[in-house]
């Protein structure tokens, strides 16, 4: 016969654990939706961007539009950017809500701004930032890759002419893939920088002097 | 030239090593299986649920009807090499108060210090026994056992200084035949350095508020050796004291509730008592302490689980051995993990990875900023282990004050870990099976 007290700890015990369970949810899917209503605004100032630069490759009127494309797409880069360090936050803080499908979605949308980049430079004949590529293992803890994004992550903020795309180097996604194969990507961390790879982890020196730092 | 080990010493490293090999291979397989998130949350659900039953009972149940008789009480002393504290000890044991007169018998155990000369002092106001050989405390006690006429007997070790009013405290509790021992509110003499100041709030803690708990459930699991309070019965009953035994007070609790004797517990005597002063020593204590709670747990599995035990066998006794078993598996996992940064950091420093020590350092391995919402799961436990120690501190009769927060962090924090790993350290010594000794 199980006494009353055993039955009414339990019964406190799952109550003050699924009240728990709720706050968790709620502020877990709180912050996922504030990511998605700020990956979408990006979305769509890209995509506003995108049909400008369409547009002036059909007026062919470039000297006009490409101060305009400028700044709308460094806009968008810092807007990425942070994005990314919050998806990074709450990846490690969510218990219950899953941002696998907006990250996937990050990804695609950083992929997206990288080729507008240079399609833009094609277009404008100058390049407005040194993209540095880097490539990190999704779901497997790496030491190195860790030490490398802070270093990135800190460059970024001193070189405003250095901008960084992350990418997992194990990710499904085609684009990504098709990225890690044309640099020849074969592990982790990886930095493409001006077009070469350079596999393992790099220094804020050894970095800074293939991009410079204005 | 260093020691050679001898082939003994050799073989009993030999299972050490094994023995650890097994208990980290266990934790290894446990670890790759359940994601780390899942057993902080099933170990803190399962410590929140034993504390709520605790909780209610300590507040449920009514106060013990007390006993308005004061039957006879001999008082027995067993001193080991206790010359700095026996003189204190006896005064205070002579200065307690009891509407009869009480007889104190005190064995001398083979000390090699002026012990005995010191006692000679109260020569005529007790009973003085000398061992010619070193029998142990609980052989020592069962001698004074065997002169004992009274119905009551209160063992109190010779670092021990009860109040005045313990023995008068504690007899009213044997309101029945049922009750075979009564034990009191053990605090830390005079604590003088950090080590016991920490302890003085755990001594609060788990004499104060758990064993009040436990004994409002008929779940005590220990009676403690600084003083506790016997029925003569009940000790010739269980033969008296094991004396092979390094946990003789567990033993004899053990053996009082296989026996179905009751033991009761009361927090207005207070019982003060000098505790470890160095990190070494309170190891060695409490390695012999977790020790003893292992085998006299295994010596007395029959209770495990047994309903007819009541909620000692039922509840109690189980959850004492899950508790402890859940924050070994818990601080492994935290330090495993922090072992693995600090061997990658290291790897760094001495350039056997590609990444210095600094570039690692300062990503943030130690200094994770996010708030991760699985915090949230734990601020319940915070605030209800926050309450019981605020709960012992009135039970203790004692304010808390601004100098005892660090202690208290400390003790909810870094000694509970440290206790967990001298129960894994305890769990390694029995599985050799180590010597035992006091």
């Known amino acids: 016969m199980v ?13 003050l654990f699924a009240g728990n369970f709720f706050v968790v949810k709620y502020l877990d899917d ?29 007026s062919n009127d470039s000297a006009a539009l490409c101060p305009l494309l400028d700044n709308q797409t460094r806009r968008q880069m810092t807007d990425l950017y942070s994005l990314y360090g919050e998806l990074q936050s709450a990846r490690e803080a969510n218990v219950f809500t899953d941002v696998q499908a907006i990250q ?3 990804i695609l949308t950083n992929a997206e701004l990288f080729l507008y980049l240079r399609q833009l430079e094609r277009q404008c004949g100058y390049s407005l930032v040194k993209p540095v590529l880097y490539f990190y293992p999704e779901g497997k803890d790496c030491l190195e890759c860790r030490a490398q994004a802070r270093v990135l992550d800190a460059l970024a903020q001193d070189c405003p002419n250095v901008r960084v795309f992350a990418f997992p180097s194990n990710s499904d996604i085609p684009v990504v893939q098709a990225l890690a194969k044309a640099y020849g990507v074969s592990r982790d961390p990886s930095l493409v920088m001006n077009e070469t790879l350079y596999g393992g982890f790099s220094s804020r020196e050894q970095i800074l002097a293939v991009t410079g730092c204005g | 030239m260093g020691k050679v080990a001898q082939p003994r010493q050799r073989s009993v490293l030999l299972w050490l090593a094994f023995a650890l090999a097994g208990l980290l291979g266990g934790l290894w397989l446990l670890f790759s299986l359940v994601p780390y998130m899942w057993i902080f949350l099933g170990a803190n659900f399962i410590f929140v649920f034993i504390s709520i039953v605790y909780l209610l009972e300590f507040w449920g149940k009514k106060p013990e009807t007390l006993s308005k008789e004061f039957p006879g009480v001999t008082v027995i002393v067993s001193a080991y090499n206790s010359a700095p504290t026996i003189e204190a000890s006896l005064k205070a044991i002579l200065a307690m108060r009891y509407p009869k007169p009480f007889k104190v018998i005190v064995v001398d155990d083979a000390s090699t210090d002026n012990t005995y000369a010191k006692m000679k002092k109260f020569a005529g106001k007790l009973t003085i026994l000398r061992n010619p050989e070193n029998k142990g405390k609980a052989a020592s006690i069962n001698q004074a056992l065997k002169l004992v006429k009274t119905p009551l007997v209160a063992c109190i070790d010779s670092d021990t200084y009860p109040e005045c009013n313990a023995l008068e405290k504690m ?54 050796g600084p003083m506790s309070v016997y029925s003569a019965a009940a000790l010739r009953k269980v033969r008296g004291f094991d004396e092979g035994n390094i946990t003789e007070d567990m033993e004899i609790a053990l053996h009082l509730q296989a026996e179905g004797f009751q033991i009761k517990c009361t927090t207005a005597a207070k019982i003060r008592t000098e505790v470890p002063d160095t990190f070494g020593k309170l190891y060695r204590q409490r390695l012999r302490w977790l020790r003893g ?48 940064n600090a061997f990658n950091m290291a790897l760094g420093a001495f350039n056997l990875a590609e990444v210095n020590a600094s570039a690692l350092y300062d990503a943030g391995i130690y200094s994770n900023a996010v708030v ?11 605030i209800l282990w926050g309450y019981i120690v605020w709960l012992s501190f009135r039970l203790a009769g004692e304010k808390i004050h601004i100098g005892q927060l660090l202690p208290i962090t400390v003790f909810m924090t870094v000694y509970s870990m440290f206790i967990s790993l001298v129960y894994f350290a305890s769990m390694l010594h029995e599985a050799v099976g180590v010597e035992r000794k006091w």
Not at chain 2, 303 to 332: C, K, Q, T, W
Not at chain 2, 372 to 382: H, I, L, P
């Open chain 1, 104 to 106: 996937r979605r990050f």
């Open chain 2, 171 to 224: 007899v009213p509790l044997f309101n029945s035949p049922k009750v075979g021992a009564v034990i009191a509110l053990v605090c830390v003499e005079k604590p003088r350095n950090f080590i016991q100041k920490i302890q003085q709030i755990e001594y609060w803690v788990s004499f104060g508020f758990w064993h009040t708990a436990l004994g409002k459930l008929d779940g005590l699991l220990v009676t403690p």
């Open chain 2, 372 to 382: 991760n919402s699985s915090a949230f799961f734990f601020v319940f436990t915070v």
């Open chain 1, 30 to 58: 709180s912050r996922a939706e504030a990511l998605r209503t700020e990956l979408y605004s990006i979305q769509e100032q890209m995509q506003s961007s995108r049909v400008l630069l369409l547009y002036s490759q059909y």
């Open chain 2, 293 to 340: 709670k292992i085998f006299n747990g295994w010596r007395y599995s029959k209770m495990l689980f047994n309903s007819s035990y009541g909620d000692f066998g039922r509840f109690v006794y189980p959850a004492s051995f899950v508790n402890e078993l859940l924050g070994v598996i818990v601080v492994s996992r935290v330090l495993l993990m922090h072992a693995s």
């Open chain 1, 3 to 15: 006494k009353d007290v055993y039955i009414k700890a339990l019964g406190i015990t799952i109550l």
